[in-house]
């Protein structure tokens, strides 16, 4: 099954997907910005990348409407989220529903939106982390496909945690494609069931070593 990645920015997590040389194959990178860092990094391994600049449309319903294009015209059927830093449309999450993936840096359903890493060190969580989840309607808020768990710890900085929480992004954002691109985990009655395997739904904490 081919797939999609769309980015906004560095692309650290599309770089994590394309690396782990998953089935079927990225058919496009696509930003809504035309200076996202990701996309140099793509067409460098040869993989299409497209731009649909949110800029250049007068709604979100338009820009969402030339976004699913590029997606149809890619042929990709799974759409990997990954740094998408744009608001989908409730048609255009309907219209992807069980196909549309996001990567959140926080142990969902804590922390939706932005600056999670800064809450979480505000709330005094002692453990924060990262979520896979398929995208519905409501912000961050879709059925999880897998988490992992960090330590926060006494001295962390809001980037020093967001540095140990993506090292987990790039370790369960391929492994969570890898079960949906291989049929081993699927979504039933709003929850995601993993088959086969008995792959875990959350992924043990791993302390950071050398900090
Ligand atoms: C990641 O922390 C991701 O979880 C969030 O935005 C950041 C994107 O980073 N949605 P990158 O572009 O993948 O490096």
Redesign the pocket.
Known sequence: MNYAIL??????????LIDARLPGSCAAVISNRPD???LAWASQRGVPTVVVDHKSFASRAAFDTALAAAIEQSGARLIF?????RVLTEPFVQRYTGRLV????SLLPAFPGLH?HEAALQTGVRVHG?TVHFVTPTLDCGPIIVQAVVPVLADDTAAVL?AR??VQ?HIV?PHAARGLLEGRCRLEEGRVVWSGDATPATLAMRVPAGE
Do not use: D, K
């Not at 980015?7 to 994590?16: H, K, L, V």
């Not at 989220?81 to 830093?85: E, V």
């Not at 996001?102 to 840096?105: C, K, R, T, V």
């Open positions: 980015i906004s920015g560095r692309g650290s997590n599309m770089q994590a996202a860092a990701g989220l990954a740094g998408f830093m996001n990567i959140h840096p999670t990262c967001a929480v993506l992004e954002y």
